[in-house]
């Protein structure tokens, strides 16, 4: 028979949260989610005021305190700084959401500029962003669980490195390098520091975000344009996902129901890396 701990909704009371990227479509609404379960909130952002914004459309009711912290993922002594805000106010981390990353037009190939001529330095940018804004933040915020020997981390990967996508060569190998560290971290931290420190992804699919929504709809008729279509057209639920969607995800790899998972990238896609096209 489960425990009553499985068997209790979603309940993070008392608990601290980090998250970066959470003034993000995605990050916003998986900070929300975790309001509104109970937890103290705390998002990192270079832009402050736009993380209090965010922080406004928490529930009211949720129970938790929630913090707005400067700092830039890519910035090790601001985390240092900011690591030492969150614990001074809460007390301790309980849990890591790595959800800053992002893509650079130019790094990303179209027929004014092919592969053979993506600058190093865009590709540099798209790497450090997606890979190293996800190991920094961890080795600072993730410290402290280590020391407790307790604690998630949940980093966001992307469809994108089962299935590299045309165009966006850099992006792909970056997720796909965010994916492989989270294999490798959650080894690594079970064995050197507790089996209760656990790391896992999750992979979300296509979802309408202000990065990419001008390239699979129209934005004069909100039609789908031809890449939005052939990604539908290969997506088994034939829809693109809601941020909603990824709320359910994080907060199971959170909770004491997924307690002996660790390691894993879950698909959140509609189907999309299930489907052989045929």
């Known amino acids: 028979m489960p425990d009553a701990q499985v068997r209790t ?15 993000g479509v995605l990050g916003g609404d998986m900070a929300r989610a975790l309001a509104g379960a109970g937890t103290n909130v705390v998002l990192l952002a270079r832009n402050l005021a736009r993380a209090e914004e965010v922080i406004d459309t928490f529930p009211k009711e949720g129970g938790g305190r929630y913090l707005a912290v400067r700092a830039d993922v890519l910035d090790r002594a ?7 805000t969150v614990l001074d106010t809460f007390g301790q ?15 990303t190939t179209n027929p004014e ?13 798209v790497t450090r962003l997606n890979l190293f804004g996800t190991i920094l933040p961890t080795q600072v915020f993730a410290r402290p669980m280590a020391a407790r020997r307790r604690g998630v981390v949940v980093n966001v990967s992307s469809v994108n490195a089962s299935r590299p996508l045309t165009r966006i060569a850099a992006y792909s190998a970056s997720k796909a390098a965010v994916s492989n560290f989270t294999q490798w971290l959650a080894v690594h931290l079970a064995e050197e520091y507790g089996p209760e420190l656990r790391v896992n992804a999750i992979m979300p699919g296509f979802f309408l975000t202000e990065q990419n929504r001008f ?30 969607d990824l709320t359910g995800a994080l907060l199971w790899l959170l909770s004491p129901a997924s307690r002996f998972v660790t390691g894993v990238v879950l698909p959140v896609d509609g189907g999309f890396t299930a489907f052989s096209g045929v």
Do not use: W
């Open 9 to 23: 909704p979603y309940d993070f009371s008392g608990c601290t949260a980090v998250v970066t990227g959470g003034t």
């Open 78 to 84: 601001a985390l240092d700084e900011a690591v030492g």
């Open 93 to 107: 981390i309980d849990f890591l959401v790595n959800g800053a990353g992002g893509n650079d037009p130019k790094a």
């Open 113 to 125: 500029q092919r592969f053979f001529d993506l600058p190093l330095g865009a590709m540099e940018a």
């Open 215 to 244: 390239l699979l709809t129209e934005k004069e008729t909100g039609a789908l344009t031809a890449r939005g279509r052939k990604i539908l057209d290969h997506t088994p639920m034939r829809r693109f996902g809601d941020p909603a």
